[in-house]
């Protein structure tokens, strides 16, 4: 139904609400424009004052700019959902005076107090919205005007600061009879391993932080139905992300939301899939380079894809503020200026932070379109996760994304081909060959396995 809809056209959708209707059945051929239509419509990142303490109740105000907001004295807001990228502060008197207290995540006033020590629940007078203060940082760079090789960053800023730091978990754990669901103690160890991965492939900028757990008792076997009592159940939190363990056999896919993911089981990749989607990513897709039909969710070098993987793959590492400025190199002044370039990449792998000078990433801007060609090395060897060799060459085309909100970072596989391939591979309008690698072999479980430390890409228009 995924591959009807084409929704790899349109990554903002997938997943979230649009996998919520795709399930309902609503992604057939005859209302799909009708769908789409609405699933596309623009919906700003507002933040909503909510009148009772939980995240589900009435809207009471919407503020949907920065600036000050007043309430009526009567009004009694209880929760507030502040989008990604924005602080809220939330004052005792009008005109965003007197006693306050700033929050950043969606916040539940029954828990919250102000400054001064007193329950803020119900005593919000006013409140001021603002963007998250961006702080200097060797990932958060702008290319000044003389810089051809470097690449930009369109992500917004304060979003980049937002979710580039510790951030809270509440664990949902859902029960039900007759079904199984994991232990407590199992769900906080994946969490756990999550963050370990986050804290090295973001260089130490990203973690999570488990504040909170809840066990809910639900009673339906139906997913959608399931899904809802435990939202209707479950304390509203303060923390950024709120896990859903759903029970065993219940639903027959993990999701996300904007703020939320629903998980059914505990493997690793599926935490690092559905997380990723909160912080902004859409699927790895794959573009087969002599039919041109598109595998939708096929990349297997991002854990935004269906197939085991070791990262995210390199657009989405450079678009969550993963990478400095000097390890990825625009090569299209180069290319005007000579008809081809060459270039010397090292290997993604875990996306540690490195002292080698390599660069990881070559990024072609795709003439006359808001996308952009990565070029990259995935994996420095073959590991027991999937079958990509060491020194693999992927090219992927991303949009540039200026502006997005959502799950925006799609990406799609235009070409894969071996270090050692003796051939030229087209994507997006530019030619790439390998002319050389730098390798050394290690013993594994009794198994000689290559190890590639660089390999060089010879591209031409
Ligand atoms: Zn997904």
Not at 26 to 32: E, I, M, P, S
Not at 140 to 152: F, I, L, N, Q
Not at 232 to 252: E, H, I, M, N, R
Not at 451 to 460: A, E, K, N, Q
């Amino acid at each position: 139904m995924v591959e009807t809809c084409l929704t790899y056209a349109h990554p903002e959708l997938e997943d979230g609400v649009f996998i919520d209707a795709v399930q309902s059945g609503q992604c057939t051929a005859a209302n799909w424009s009708v769908l789409r239509e609405q699933l596309l419509a623009p919906r700003p990142p507002s933040v909503f004052v909510r009148e009772s303490c939980n995240g589900g109740s009435q809207v009471i105000q919407e503020a949907a700019s920065n600036g000050c907001y007043t309430l009526a004295p009567t009004a009694g807001a209880s929760f507030v959902d502040v989008p990604v990228g924005k602080t809220v502060t939330l004052h005792a008197a009008g005109d965003c005076t007197g006693d306050s207290v700033t929050v950043e995540t969606d916040t539940n006033l029954c828990e919250t107090s102000f400054g001064s020590g007193a329950s803020a629940n119900d005593k919000v007078r006013s409140f001021r919205v603002q963007d998250v203060e961006v702080l200097p940082s060797a990932h958060r760079y702008d290319c000044a005007s003389g810089e051809s090789t470097c690449v930009e960053n369109y992500n917004n800023a304060s979003r980049l600061a937002a979710i580039n730091k510790k951030l809270t978990v509440k664990i949902v754990r859902m029960t039900l009879d007759g079904k199984t669901t994991p232990a407590l103690t199992t769900i906080k160890n994946t969490i756990g391993n999550l963050s370990d991965y986050y804290a090295v492939a973001s260089r130490n900028q990203l973690s999570l932080d488990v504040i909170a757990s809840q066990n809910v008792a639900v009673t339906s076997t139906n997913c959608a139905t399931a899904k809802t009592q435990a939202r209707q159940k479950a304390t509203s939190s303060s923390a950024f992300l709120t896990v859903y363990v759903l029970p065993g056999g219940v639903c027959s896919t993990s999701n996300a939301g904007s703020r939320s993911v629903n998980l059914k089981g505990t493997l690793f990749r599926d935490y690092a899939h559905e997380v990723g989607h909160v912080l902004g990513l859409a699927h790895g897709n794959v573009r087969d380079p002599s039919t041109g039909t598109v595998k939708s969710s096929g990349d297997s070098s991002t854990y935004m894809g269906i197939f085991a993987s070791d990262n995210y793959n390199l657009p989405q590492l450079h678009w969550l503020g993963w990478t400095k400025k000097e390890e990825i190199v625009k090569i299209n002044s180069a290319i005007a200026s000579n008809g081809f370039t060459e270039i010397t990449l090292r290997p993604v792998g875990s996306n540690a932070d490195s002292t080698n000078p390599l660069p990881i990433g070559a990024v072609w801007e795709i003439p006359g379109t808001d996308q952009r060609l990565f070029i990259a090395v995935p994996k420095p060897r073959l590991t027991g996760t999937n079958q990509i060799e060491g020194g693999t060459v992927f090219a992927y085309r991303a949009p540039k994304c200026v502006g997005c909100t959502g799950m925006a970072m799609g990406t799609m596989q235009m070409a894969r081909f071996g270090a050692k391939s003796i051939n030229e591979h087209e994507a997006s309008g530019i030619f790439i060959k390998p002319v050389g690698y730098t390798s050394s072999f290690v013993q594994v479980d009794g198994q000689s396995v290559e190890v590639f430390t660089s390999v060089t890409l010879r591209v031409r228009q």
